[in-house]
């Protein structure tokens, strides 16, 4: 007898157990595949693939879904709200629901930031989006600092946010400016050149004498690297960039194929 109760008994726990796994897969599973289609989309577009709003379409009940949901998902509630910007950016892009998308983005970025807010990714996001939505303000800036503050040496982090504050330079507060050189000239330290070199010549054209000047306590080798390879490509850094360099030329030529005038009073002259 008792080793049949003990027999029984284990078979009762074996039940148990057996149930319980079948209720945690029941509700476990189908979130782990919706986080595993949600994070496909994250990754593709962190990568900068282009997404079309037609790839994307199956993905809305699992947005919504998303978002209905109450408790922190820090995984899922991170991929919705990167999903949630490249629709608003297709948005702007066509001209089409323009407000819908942002006032979703919106909500997605401040519910993962919410739940997970040391995110600089997310914070950088949230500045770029109020700005379209409200303009600059001191506030706005406020979520550039947290995005510096949380994340200074994340290098897919560095070149997005560079580009976007050195777009805007000349408005940002002095501690921005210096946040936007300082970043600069970590790059150029940690010898991410082609970074730096697409940001020297794309919005940091305009500002480079600064960038320069905050090179000052680079290693000189890093400096004349980056100085040869500017130059390689065509980029004087004293001087003029390629683009600025053709429209001198082209005024140049403009002036040598003008037809000698000679002065009023010497075609006056008999």
């Given at each position: 007898m008792p080793g049949r109760a003990a027999a029984w008994l284990a078979r009762g726990v074996l039940a148990a157990v057996?149930?319980?796994?079948?209720?945690?897969?029941?509700?476990?599973?189908?979130?782990?595949?919706?986080?595993?289609?949600?994070?496909?989309?994250?990754?593709?577009?962190?990568?900068?693939?282009?997404?079309?709003?037609?790839?994307?379409?199956?993905?809305?009940?699992?947005?919504?879904?998303?978002?209905?949901?109450?408790?922190?998902?820090?995984?899922i509630d991170r991929s919705v709200a990167v999903i949630r910007l490249r629709l608003a950016e297709n948005a702007l892009a066509s001209g089409a629901q323009v407000d819908a998308r942002m006032g979703e983005l919106d909500e997605a970025v401040r519910k993962s930031l919410g739940c997970a807010p040391a995110d600089p990714y997310l914070w950088l996001v949230l500045f770029w989006l109020r700005n379209i939505r409200q303009g600059l303000?001191?506030?706005?800036?406020?979520?550039?600092?947290?995005?510096?503050?949380?994340?200074?040496?994340?290098?897919?982090?560095?070149?997005?946010?560079?580009?976007?504050?050195?777009?805007?330079?000349?408005?940002?507060?002095?501690?921005?400016?210096?946040?936007?050189?300082?970043?600069?000239?970590?790059?150029?330290?940690?010898?991410?050149?082609?970074?730096?070199?697409?940001?020297?010549?794309g919005p940091g054209w305009a500002h480079r004498d600064k960038l320069l000047a905050g090179l000052a306590a680079v290693p000189q080798r890093n400096v004349d690297i980056l100085t040869r390879t500017m130059a390689d490509i065509g980029y004087d850094l004293d001087s003029r960039s390629p683009a600025e360099r053709r429209i001198w030329q082209h005024k140049s030529n403009d002036r040598l194929d003008e037809p000698a005038r000679m002065p009023p009073e010497a075609s006056a002259r008999p």
């Open positions: 057996a149930c319980s796994s079948v209720a945690w897969g029941t509700t476990t599973l189908p979130a782990l595949v919706d986080q595993t289609r949600l994070d496909g989309a994250k990754d593709l577009i962190l990568r900068n693939v282009p997404v079309s709003d037609a790839e994307l379409d199956d993905l809305g009940p699992l947005l919504s879904r998303a978002m209905a949901e109450k408790d922190c998902m820090p995984a303000s001191d506030a706005n800036f406020d979520l550039l600092r947290m995005s510096y503050r949380l994340g200074p040496n994340e290098g897919w982090i560095v070149v997005k946010r560079s580009a976007m504050a050195l777009a805007m330079f000349d408005a940002l507060p002095s501690d921005l400016s210096s946040d936007v050189v300082a970043e600069f000239a970590r790059l150029v330290k940690t010898e991410l050149y082609t970074e730096a070199i697409d940001l020297l010549k």
